[in-house]
């Protein structure tokens, strides 16, 4: 970096402190998540040449090993967590050319009682030489992780802004879109809201204004990235108890619409909705899988504590019944909501489902259909619906032709099928009443040859009709 640029950087751009907590790899089942998971730490240390710059005590680059290495012993002695160190801009000097990929990882991912002292010792021998690559140092970065499912971080500590051709906020947005890494936090010493309104869009920024701010900031952002951050879903029901569950649930992105986790609902052995653990570091809309669906916008959960969502899904159950025998090889109803054509749901007879609580109409698949305008679901209360037992009708024709089934209803003839026109001999199950069944053979071209029979179905009963 030539002199004048050096100055214009310091005097502008003091030592900064870039956190980036990248945690949670996508997990698809709950299992993943659990208490005893490692978190992975990986810290990507600055030594470009302008880290010779002074600040506070000492040079940038001795304050920051300095205080980096003291706060690696604090790491020692916790369980399930594995840290590792890359640098970069500390292997090729900027002079004859700059070298933008200049990043290397120094210490690849172990126990952190095992890390420390080598991390400790490589620090000591690392001199400032080069430029800053933190957005191609970022992109590195994401493959130094295990493949293997953890909480993964990153702590990237620099004095400076991107030197290269590279996009930092691009490469967050990347990483998160791919479902690598997660929404970052951005820690900058002395930055002002200038620097704070241009780290915004790499993630959450926090603003170090002294040396002493700097190891209180360091030590939440990891206390946040070790101590998980949990949500419990309470789904109440009408008495407003967080009693409903066995639905499914699913977080988005509320930005992006990307799928984060999906999981059933559970009450756990306690007798309370189950904890899951999730990234603290975005917004969310969850929705929830009950019959209809009900959503909730805008969550943004309080990182390294436990969260609690409420959402009222109030359910009773509805019960779809033959009064007999089943003479149906397949028996299905539409259920809406009263007054709405949208369908809700198909539900196969012989089942019980559940839906939130209030008013439904329930299209039944018989022949004729069957409609109940006003069916009421209460809470964790069973409604059933119990249709009668079918009859069977078989037709017998002398040849092909035309025609159908009417229902009769007083004064009035319901249509209720067409009969099949290439077929000889027909079966259809009918539900009890009174029939009438028009026909024409095709052979006969005047309205005076339909056949008509009157005919009555009764439960369980088999009907022969010949027409001709």
């Known amino acids: 970096m030539h002199k004048s640029v050096l100055t214009l950087f310091i005097r502008y751009k003091n030592f900064r402190v870039l956190i980036l907590g990248i945690s949670l790899l996508m997990m698809s089942s709950a299992s993943r998540a659990q208490s005893g998971e490692t978190t992975r730490i990986l810290f990507i240390f600055d030594a470009s040449f302008s880290m010779y710059g002074e600040w506070q005590s000492g040079t940038k680059i001795e304050v920051a090993k300095r205080m980096l290495c003291e706060f ?20 090729v000097p900027l002079r004859p050319y700059i070298d933008c990929k200049d990043t290397k990882l120094e210490v690849p991912f172990a126990s952190a009682d095992k890390n420390v002292p080598l991390m400790k010792a490589r620090l000591k021998t690392i001199l400032p030489t080069g430029t800053t690559p933190i957005a191609y140092s970022l992109g590195e970065a994401a493959n130094d992780f295990p493949a293997t499912y953890g909480r993964n971080v990153i702590i990237l500590i620099t004095d400076g802004v991107e030197e290269c051709d590279g996009d930092p906020c ?28 241009l780290m915004g ?13 700097f190891k209180t900031v360091l030590n939440m952002v990891v206390n946040e990235a070790i101590n998980r951050t949990t ?12 009693d409903e ?3 499914d649930m699913t977080f988005y992105d509320q930005s992006t619409g990307e799928i984060k986790y999906n999981y059933l609902h559970t009450i756990n052995n306690r007798g309370n909705p189950d904890t899951i653990n999730i990234n603290p570091s975005i917004s969310y809309k969850l929705l929830v899988h009950t019959i209809p669906p009900v959503e909730k916008d805008n969550i943004i959960l309080k990182a390294g504590k436990h969260n609690t969502i409420t959402l009222d899904a109030p359910q009773g159950s509805l019960a779809l019944h033959i009064d007999g025998a089943n003479t149906y090889k397949s028996m299905q109803a ?43 679901i209460s809470q964790s209360k069973t409604t059933t619906i119990t249709i009668p037992q079918a009859g069977i009708l078989t037709l017998m024709k002398q040849g092909e032709g035309s025609g159908s089934i009417y229902l009769e209803d007083g004064k009035k003839l319901v249509w209720v099928c067409n009969l099949k026109d290439l077929v000889t001999q027909e079966n259809i199950v009918l539900q009890p009443g009174n029939y009438r069944a028009e026909f024409r053979s095709k052979i006969f071209k005047k309205s ?13 009963i088999s009907t022969t009709i010949k027409l001709y």
Not at 356 to 376: A, M, N, Q, S
């Open 201 to 213: 869009c790499i993630g959450k920024f926090y603003d170090i204004t002294s040396e002493n701010t």
């Open 231 to 242: 949500v419990q879903v309470n789904l109440l029901d009408t008495y407003k108890k967080p």
């Open 72 to 91: 690696l012993d604090t790491l020692k002695p916790m369980p399930n967590l594995e840290i590792a160190l890359r640098c970069f801009g500390h292997r």
């Open 245 to 247: 569950t066995n639905v």
């Open 170 to 197: 691009a490469i967050s947005l990347a990483l998160q879109q791919k479902g690598v890494v997660l929404k970052p936090f951005v820690l900058g010493i002395g930055l002002g809201t200038m620097f704070a309104d």
């Open 448 to 460: 005076v040859n339909t056949v008509e029979r009157r005919f009555k179905i009764e439960s369980g």
């Open 334 to 376: 539409i259920i809406r909501k009263k007054g709405e054509k949208k369908t809700l749901h198909v539900q196969d007879f012989i089942q019980t489902e559940n839906y939130l609580c209030g008013k439904y109409e329930v299209e039944i698949l018989t022949l004729p259909r069957i409609i109940r305008t006003d069916i009421d």
